[in-house]
């Protein structure tokens, strides 16, 4: 895989995140029942962003290290949670220093494009029989978001400004990378979660400034501007329902044990 396929975006606003994007944590509660981590475990939480779900894992006695890429969501989880263990990496070249019963990752995935990279990582944390519980935007996961800042870049001749940050794998893709891996994969799924974005009309430009520009990450800011209103304006037919923006969100979960 080519350099240029591994980026992948480092720099986060992890207060704005916090502010408006509580609803990836709120959703992970789910993914955690799966995950049932039991008190003296040791577990790492891969993208952990700004650690709401690693604390949670911690208050079921677990030991937890959260690891992400960004600074900024390391600095922002090291205060809220002082007591838990943070580390800034890079999860496609991060190389653990010991194994863990269990790898979780909630919406963290999809930024890895280089999945291979990304799963040896995830392999390598974990002991003989470990567990792997996972999941991240799987295949059309915010196709409608994609195409509506694919026509407004076409529609200005810009789609040389397009960069297509994320990896959003169908189950049997990513099932047999992790069968690769020596991991036997015992649940996979990809479902539709259609996800509420808060702060009402406001929601979809938000979330393009959170998370969109990874697609145009070399446009000046009043071109971002523009081109975000008018992905707004081509999304509101679609996904502006009762006062509230709701992002086409295509989830794909996997729970996987490493062969002994
Ligand atoms: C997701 O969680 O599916 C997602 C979040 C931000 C950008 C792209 C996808």
Request: glycine share 8%; charged share 25%.
């Amino acid at each position: 895989m080519k350099q240029r396929d591994r980026d992948q975006k480092v720099h986060w606003e992890a207060t704005a995140y916090d502010q408006t994007m509580r609803f990836v944590s709120d959703y992970g509660l789910d993914l955690f029942k799966w995950l049932n981590p039991q008190q003296g475990e040791s577990i790492v939480d891969f993208g952990c962003g700004t650690g709401d779900l690693a604390s949670q894992i911690a208050g079921s006695g677990a030991e937890v290290l959260g690891v992400d890429i960004s600074p900024e969501m390391v600095q922002r989880a090291r205060e809220k949670y002082p007591l838990l263990r943070f580390e800034c990496a890079d999860g496609m070249s991060w190389t653990p220093t010991q194994t863990y019963d269990a790898v979780f990752s909630n919406a963290a995935l999809h930024w890895m494009k280089d999945a291979e990279a990304a799963v040896e990582t995830m392999t390598k944390c974990l002991r003989k029989g470990g567990r792997l519980v996972v999941e991240f935007g799987g295949y059309r996961n915010i196709q409608s978001i994609i195409d509506a800042m694919q026509a407004t870049l076409e529609n200005s001749g810009r789609m040389d400004a397009f960069v297509n940050p994320w990896y959003f794998p169908k189950v049997g893709e990513y099932a047999a990378i992790l069968e690769r891996h020596g991991m036997e994969v015992s649940h996979a799924m990809l479902f539709d979660r259609p996800t509420a974005q808060e702060k009402g009309e406001k929601g979809m430009l938000n979330w393009l400034h959170m998370f969109g520009t990874a697609m145009v990450p070399k446009a000046t800011k009043a071109e971002t501007e523009e081109w975000f209103n008018e992905v707004v304006m081509r999304l509101k037919s679609t996904q502006y329902q009762e006062g509230s923006w709701i992002a086409d969100y295509r989830r794909i979960r996997m729970y996987a044990l490493k062969q002994q």
